[in-house]
């Protein structure tokens, strides 16, 4: 059961415009949240992170919003760039049971020229 | 420069021949982790450690073993590979001892094809 869900596998957008990407979480505890973003043969790189006593964080064009009620943070990219195409990855950490990760299965952005 | 360091980066190997892949960072990070990332899955957590002698099991243990003896290596061992663990896998680690609560900078990866 994948406690950490990105339902959308691509999304593309044109330069330009707002990029939106969605995570949805079940576990209640988790209480931290990050963004990594992965091109191809490299790893993933740290975008940007919240925690649960927030409900947004900017940094330039980025910015991740959470909804603690409906479990469920958004990060929005704005504006789009071609150098912005790439994975992006969820991922939600607890401060109880441990120190794991979960990662979502991730969302492959396209921004077109 | 700052990076973590996987090797090898590509390995093809067969059934039940032991391997490892080694993973250094040169940051003096307490936290290291291991990932694979598998199509539709994306990154599941192997082990991670959250310092010095001291390792825990992720989602997806079976079939590993880590080792953490000095702070800048994390290797990741398969002492009898199997076909399913044919799989791109990541290394990462990170400052402070909070584990994934604080930026993890990853390796590049090592694509591991066990025939």
């Known amino acids: 059961d994948q406690q950490v869900k990105q339902n959308s596998p691509s999304l593309s957008v044109q330069e330009g415009r707002i990029s939106i990407l969605n995570c949805d979480y079940t576990n209640s505890m988790f209480d931290y949240f990050l963004w990594y973003k992965k091109y191809p043969a490299e790893g993933p790189t740290f975008l940007i992170s919240?925690?649960?006593?927030?409900d947004k964080n900017e940094d330039g064009r980025f910015t991740v919003f959470l909804n603690k009620s409906a479990k469920h943070l958004s990060l929005h990219i704005v504006p789009s760039q071609p150098g912005d195409s790439a994975v992006y990855f969820c991922a939600a950490s607890a401060n109880t049971g441990g120190f794991k990760t979960i990662f979502g299965a991730g969302t492959r952005l396209f921004v077109k020229a | 420069e700052a990076q973590v360091t996987q090797n090898p980066r590509y390995l093809i190997t067969v059934t039940g021949k032991k391997l490892t892949v080694t993973c250094s960072q040169n940051m003096n990070h307490e936290y290291m982790s291991w990932y694979r990332q598998d199509p539709g899955l994306g990154l599941r957590q192997i082990y991670y450690?959250?310092?010095?002698?001291?390792?825990d099991k992720g989602d997806v243990p079976e079939g590993y073993k880590v080792s953490r003896k000095e702070k800048r290596n994390f290797p990741l061992i398969l002492e009898s590979p199997s076909p399913n663990q044919t799989s791109l896998y990541f290394c990462?680690?990170?400052?402070?001892?909070?584990?994934?609560?604080?930026?993890?900078?990853f390796g590049d990866g090592t694509r591991l094809s066990i025939l």
């Open positions: 450690s959250m310092n010095v002698e001291v390792t």
């Open positions: 990462a680690s990170s400052r402070g001892g909070t584990g994934g609560r604080k930026p993890q900078h």
């Open positions: 919240i925690s649960s006593i927030k």
